[in-house]
């Protein structure tokens, strides 16, 4: 992005896809941070795109992305709709010069992310990914006693999700793989891969399996793996999604201690060494996006770095692949 396409001191923002999630989770996020205003919205319900603009205080609306697209007051675009928008979407904003700024999961395989980051590269823009947790400061905190060696050194990680299945009415797109790549896994398992690629490093090794065994919908329910990540930690991961308990949590294990939190709750972390557990607050920001937004805004300005980008995503989407493989098969 050239500097003639960009404000020097702000970005002013065009969100496409005004569902669910820009209500409090980022959409707020864009209006609150320093240099950052939204200018126009698109959603193809036009009546509920205009809707949006007038409580949230846009001054323009759109039913059609192209349009907005090409609206010369926007700078940088939000995608917020469903994944399997988001490829052509970032491929139609980089076209236009736009950066990009992208739900997670940032595609429904890392074949899309790499046409993805393809375009964005040759067009010059920021790929940027709504991983948020990278930026949440009670994953900072957890970032923190891990570099400040409260645990020894780190040699193991295990994650464990589970609960219940629910009835739906209406089967949401998150449940649908043709939609959303996957179910629940995708929607919250990537969560924490990624959050883990970013404190223990990558992924390097990976294996393991996914089955819906309950029949519930189409998304698998049940996944399984066995990984090796970049920093030598070895790690296990359980994903049970027709379970009779609702269970959240990873455990790191170092050679000083263990360190215990909740993915998606925002229950205090748990630190036990030798002396004893105590429990750390860590509560959530009112907008969960916000700090990641702020950084987001920070690199498409020239004056700071996103912590998740394009690239880091697609190693994300590279190791859900690998563990949905499995269950994928059975649905061609």
């Known amino acids: 992005m050239t500097a003639a396409h960009r404000p020097t001191d702000s970005v002013r923002w065009g969100i496409v896809g005004v569902g669910d999630v820009t209500e409090r989770k980022s959409g707020p996020a864009f209006q609150r941070v320093e240099g950052s205003e939204i200018v126009a919205v698109m959603r193809r319900d036009g009546a509920k795109a205009a809707d949006w603009a007038r409580r949230h205080g846009v001054p323009r609306s759109y039913d059609d992305a192209d349009a907005l697209l090409a609206d010369p007051d926007v700078d940088a675009v939000y995608i917020a709709t469903p994944p399997d928008a988001h490829a052509d979407l970032t491929l139609r904003a980089a076209a236009a010069g736009k950066p990009v700024y992208v739900e997670k999961p940032m595609a429904r395989t890392a074949a899309e992310c790499d046409t993805m980051i393809a375009a964005c590269e040759e067009a010059g823009v920021p790929l940027l990914v709504a991983y948020y947790r990278r930026a949440m400061p009670r994953f900072r905190t957890v970032a923190a006693l891990l570099a400040d060696g409260a645990i020894g050194r780190p040699v193991a990680v295990s994650i464990r999700n589970q609960f219940p299945p629910k009835g739906w009415d209406v089967l949401p797109w998150r449940l649908r793989p043709e939609v959303a790549g996957g179910g629940f896994f995708v929607d919250l398992g990537s969560h924490t891969l990624d959050l883990l690629d970013h404190l223990l490093g990558p ?130």
């Open 203 to 332: 992924v390097e090794e990976v294996s393991g399996g996914s089955t819906n065994g309950g029949g519930h919908y189409p998304a698998e329910d049940l996944v399984t793996g066995v990984f090796r990540f970049a920093s030598g930690v070895r790690g296990t991961g359980l994903w049970a999604f027709d379970a009779a308990e609702d269970v959240d949590e990873v455990e790191i294990v170092g050679t000083g201690g263990t360190l215990r939190f909740s993915s998606f709750q925002p229950e205090p972390l748990r630190l036990t060494t030798r002396d004893g557990t105590r429990e750390i607050p860590a509560p959530y920001p009112d907008v969960v996006q916000q700090p990641l937004v702020q950084t987001v805004v920070d690199t498409i300005l020239g004056r700071g770095t996103c912590p998740s980008t394009g690239v880091s995503a697609r190693r994300t989407a590279a190791v859900v692949d690998a563990l949905l493989a499995e269950h994928r098969a059975t649905l061609r």
